[in-house]
């Protein structure tokens, strides 16, 4: 979402939620969500793991502004 829209949130993890559940435990749970709704600031996690192994930085498969 470029843009907050709290109807559009609810009905994603609506439909995320019993798909990704059950699970052993609420970490696991979320780790499967997190797999297909990306975090704001993945890429510079990633970046910064790449950086350190001495490997290039990965442009942002989700964020138009990286």
Do not use: C
């Not at 019993?18 to 990633?46: C, L, N, Q, T």
Request: hydrophobic fraction near 45%; proline fraction near 8%; avoid cysteine.
């Amino acid at each position: 979402m470029k843009t907050l829209s709290e109807m559009d949130l609810l009905a994603a993890l609506d439909r995320l939620i019993p798909a990704y559940s059950p699970g052993p435990d609420f970490a696991a749970v979320a780790a499967r969500m997190g797999r297909v709704i990306p975090w704001e600031y993945d890429f510079k996690f990633d970046a910064q793991l790449n950086r350190t192994a001495g490997l290039p930085d990965l442009r942002s498969f989700w964020h138009d502004n990286a």
